[in-house]
């Protein structure tokens, strides 16, 4: 087979070759003339003569070479299928195992392709960059003050095009004819020529269009085209009332366009800059997006905005200074920096998981082979050269890799469904993953990888001829290969377990990290006033009030409290600590301090989660009225500001921009506020003040915003139908989002349970297989010894050694797999380092406890031939062969 | 020289693997071999020689091997395999039994 590979892909050589053969034997006919008296030259031309047509030769001799290849190629195939038919169940297993490798395979790497290599649907992706600064305290992400951007704009920059984006997609009500909360953007009409997208119908918004004071218009998704305009070309030039704002919808953005932060967005509108905005006030914050010019790196770019950097860093206050760094930060890397570790952790899972399949289905062959040795020594003896048995074996192998990559599809298909019931909102675009070309040839290269693989083991086991026209041969190649194979399916499955104990120990941390609340049988619901409703003094505060008393008077309610954000889920607002000044301190001047975060609550909230007030007193409604100002700390805040101190009674103001003292009521217990496994920031609460003045840190828009916190013992799906129908009794038209607290808690957990449910599953899968693999060899080598078994029984080994003797032989494999596996594991369970939380990658518990999961795996494998061993009747063994 | 005989795709198949019962050979010395032997009756066609001698490589009859000539130059040797041994005996008794026949048809008719 190799002399016909080179002929087909080497044809050179083969050519050479058939060249010389025809020279040597054109000299040897012209010698064979001139002994016979011709001159040299004439005895040349008879030579060409006799030899006739020598291009037509050449041409018939090439001829057999690729016919020959496909021909016996054929003829393989044709005889492997016929095998594995005949071997229906031995095919099954096979196949079945090597799909179970290669569908997980083909689940997880259409997530992972989806998501890091599938080309962002954006022209020139590459060139795309999310940029601004990026200050620890505030955010991870860089940001960049209206100020700053309208100055780059201005500039020579290393950037083609850059857009800006009022960060977050925002609720928004249209109206009429049925009222919807809708999510709207507020971008420059450089956005979508940033990104290079056109709408699909009409046009984007104009420059003109992005001033303020511009008549008011709009881009509509089109999902939401199809579903609010049953895609009706009309939509565009109509009046759309976006918060009770009509808005001429003037274009309609493409079906395959994908917000650059993966956030779903109906409506997008003109972000109006103020020119304002340049000045001594920084503006507001913004994210910035830009499209580098071609050619230009994005260390290129950082050095040409150094000088944006350091008139930025002079501009922010002393004590951030130290911290602000540029950030330019690739689209890609921005949308799946947080899950890329994770892919790959689940990709390398699955392949490890393949490799035990293949590993077990190599083995299966092996044990194939060995009963094959008459079939083998038959098509020997009849000529068959090693080679073509080997390439027999590989054609066998290579069909069932094939056969495994079909049913791998199918698996793949299921599992992908699975992972994305899982993970609705764990991993990005998962929804989007499917097989398509990439999975399909993924898994092609997969399953003829895994064919060959599992097939090398038995074609490099074909002993040479003269040993199998021999009547016995001890095929202790065969064997060493069988054992190396189950100890490395050991030493893989030590990897996987280690893995998923980690990632396991991880979920537990996470379930058990204490919120220092109680979330159960609360039902919350987000309500945001439209920003053309309510908008006399007093009126919103109104309509929230009249809501909770609504709520409070349902049956069953025991508890009514609004917050402007939800713990632990990361507080909406917060404060640098810096700007707190305790009464009778000097100022903080050590940097920022970090952020503290703040809610304005109504005076039910600490009871209503469960937050103990440790010292003091809670809000009172009197609070609420009072002109006074009340403030509640955190204990981690309260220590902070009076280390060893009583802070009750004392008072607290905030210095930028000087405000009234506040007074400390109450030190309320630590809670978890900027989400489940992130170090909480100390946090201080006010109370909701009652109308015209909420005296909210002069966000005017709280008081137009809440979520209601609803306690009830009752089924959650009726306290949340009853506060549906509370909401719209006091207005039908305003959307509220309905939830439960449990669940909010529950989606931060969702990506930890993703990643430790998967790698569990993978992990659980791969041991099943090591098992049936070792059980498969010890079966295996205890029928092959039988006879040798019962010589011993017949002179007097008991059954017990017998036993011991079996065990012992498979335990060693365990042992050395188990051994390998955990070196294997220490250096591969570092790179989960960033996704574990509370325990190290080195975790000695972990890794006993898989040591004897294993063991105890092993053991039964072992056990179950060992018995049917002991039970050997010395009789019938020693007649066996 | 008397006339010469083309001869027919099969036998000459059956004349290479006879050629090469008792040694290996390239393929001038078939050629040549098969020339003498049948006193210059059968005359291979050497162009037609090559193809059959891929031929017969592949059905895994012969078998080559590149080595050194009688003035020690490289050339390409052909021996027989197992299986082209059993090939000729089959060949050879189908031979042998056509030839009978048709001997038998040109006597009695």
């Given amino acids: 087979m190799m002399l016909n590979l080179r002929a087909l892909f080497h044809k050179s050589r083969a050519e050479q070759e058939m060249d010389d053969e025809l020279r040597f034997h054109l000299e040897k006919q012209a010698e064979h003339n001139i002994a016979r008296g011709m001159s040299a030259e004439e005895a040349r031309y008879a030579a060409l003569r006799k030899f006739g047509n020598m291009g037509q030769v050449k041409e018939e001799c090439r001829d057999t070479w690729g016919m020959r290849f496909i021909s016996e190629l054929a003829q393989d195939i044709r005889f492997g299928l016929r095998q594995l038919r005949r071997n229906a169940g031995f095919t099954a297993v096979a196949i079945g195992t090597l799909a179970l490798g290669i569908g997980a395979n083909a689940a997880i790497f259409s997530v992972l392709y989806r998501n890091l290599i599938h080309p962002l649907p954006y022209p020139h992706a590459e060139r795309l960059v999310m940029f601004g600064v990026v200050v620890p305290a505030l955010d991870s992400r860089p940001f960049i003050f209206g100020f700053t951007y309208l100055g780059l704009r201005h500039e020579q920059t290393p950037f083609e095009s850059m857009a800006s984006w009022m960060p977050g997609v925002q609720g928004c009500d249209i109206a009429a004819p049925e009222a919807q909360r809708m999510d709207c953007a507020q971008v420059e009409s450089t956005f979508l020529p940033t990104f290079g997208i056109r709408p699909a119908f009409g046009r984007n918004f104009t420059f003109q269009e992005d001033l303020p004071g511009a008549p008011p218009v709009c881009l509509i998704s089109y999902g939401m085209w199809r579903s609010r305009f049953g895609s009706n070309p009309a939509a565009l030039g109509q009046l759309l009332s976006i918060d009770g704002n009509p808005t001429r919808v003037v274009g309609i953005l493409p079906g395959d366009f994908e917000w650059p932060t993966l956030a779903r967005v109906d409506i997008v509108l003109p972000e109006k800059l103020p020119p304002s905005a340049r000045g001594e006030n920084p503006g507001v914050a913004l994210r910035a997006y830009a499209r580098l010019k071609p050619g230009v790196s994005i260390a290129q770019a950082g050095a040409q905005l150094q000088p944006f950097l350091q008139q930025f860093i002079q501009s922010a206050p002393p004590m951030f200074r130290k911290e602000i760094r540029l950030g330019i930060v690739p689209v890609r890397e921005d949308q799946v920096g947080p899950v890329r570790q994770a892919l790959w952790v689940l990709f390398g899972a699955t392949l490890a998981l393949l490799l035990l399949a293949t590993a077990n289905v190599a083995n299966l062959l092996l044990a194939r082979a060995e009963v094959r040795q008459r079939e083998l020594a038959v098509r020997s003896a009849l000529g068959a050269g090693r080679r073509r048995l080997a390439q027999l074996r590989l054609i066998e192998s290579t069909l069932l890799g094939l056969g495994g990559g079909i049913a791998g599809l199918g698996l793949g298909f299921l599992l992908l469904r699975v992972s994305v019931a899982l993970a609705p909102a764990g991993i990005p675009r998962i929804e989007q993953a499917h097989l398509g070309l990439p999975g399909v040839l993924f898994i092609t290269g997969m399953s003829l990888f895994s064919g060959v693989l599992c097939g090398m083991g038995a074609s490099l086991a074909i002993p040479p001829a003269q040993l199998l026209l021999g009547s016995r041969t001890t095929g202790s190649l065969r064997r060493r290969l069988r054992s190396a194979l189950v100890a490395a399916q050991v030493a893989v499955s030590v990897v996987l377990l280690a893995g998923a104990g980690l990632l396991l120990r991880t979920l537990r941390n996470i379930e058990n990290i204490p919120l220092g609340m109680d979330t159960s049988h609360v039902v919350t619901a987000e309500v945001a006033l439209g920003r053309q409703a309510f908008l006399r003094p007093g009126e919103a505060a109104g309509f929230f009030d009249r809501l909770e008393t609504r709520l409070s008077a349902l049956p069953g309610v025991t508890g009514v409290a609004l917050s402007d954000s939800l713990p632990p889920a990361g507080a909406e607002h917060s404060m640098p600590f810096f700007v707190l000044h305790p009464e009778g301190h000097p100022p903080f001047e050590k940097g920022t301090g970090g952020m503290v975060a703040w809610r304005a609550v109504t005076p039910g909230y600490f009871r209503m989660l469960d937050i103990p007030i440790i010292e003091g007193r809670s809000f009172a409604s009197s609070d609420r009225s009072s002109q006074g100002n009340v403030i509640v700390l955190s204990k981690s805040l309260a220590d902070r500001l009076f280390p060893a101190e009583d802070p009750v009674g004392r008072r607290v103001q905030f210095t930028s921009p000087p405000g009234p003292w506040y007074d400390v009521v109450g030190i309320a217990g630590n809670v978890k506020n900027a989400g489940i496994i992130q170090e909480s920031d100390p946090e201080y609460y006010l109370v909701r003040k009652d109308a015209p003045d909420l005296g909210l840190h002069g966000f005017p828009d709280l008081q137009r915003h809440a979520f209601f916190l609803v306690r009830s013992p009752l089924a959650a799906s009726g306290v949340a139908s009853m506060v549906r129908g509370a909401i719209s009794s006091l207005d039908s038209t305003l959307p509220a989002k309905i939830s439960t607290l449990d669940a909010r808690v529950g989606q931060l957990r969702t990506r930890p349970r993703f990643n430790a449910v998967l790698t569990g599953l993978f992990a659980m899968l791969g041991l099943l297989l090591a098992g049936i693999g070792l059980f498969g060899l010890v079966s295996y080598s205890v029928a092959q010894r039988t006879n040798e078994i019962g010589i011993r029984m017949a002179l007097g080994a008991q059954k017990g050694e017998i036993l011991r003797m079996v065990l012992g032989q498979g335990l060693k494999l365990v042992l050395a797999g188990v051994a390998i596996g955990i070196a294997g594991a220490l250096a591969l369970t570092r790179f989960l380092s960033s996704l574990l939380y509370g325990v190290k990658p080195t975790d000695p518990l972990t890794f006993i406890v898989v040591s004897l999961i294993l063991a105890a795996v092993a053991l039964l494998a072992c056990y179950i031939p060992a018995r049917r061993a002991a039970r050997v009747d010395p009789m019938v063994a020693l007649r066996y062969e | ?109």
């Fill in chain 2, 1 to 109: 020289m008397g006339k010469s005989i083309d001869l027919l795709q099969g036998t000459l198949d059956l004349l290479i693997l006879k050629t090469l019962v008792l040694e290996p050979m390239h393929g001038w010395g078939i050629a040549q071999r098969i020339q003498q032997i049948s006193k210059d009756v059968l005359q291979v066609q050497q162009g037609s020689l090559y193809p059959a001698l891929y031929r017969l490589e592949q059905q895994g009859w012969i078998a080559a091997e590149w080595g050194a000539s009688e003035n020690n130059r490289r050339a390409k040797y052909y021996r027989l395999t197992a299986s082209g041994r059993r090939q000729l005996e089959r060949e050879t008794s189908n031979w042998t039994r056509l030839s009978a026949a048709i001997a038998h048809v040109l006597k009695t008719a």
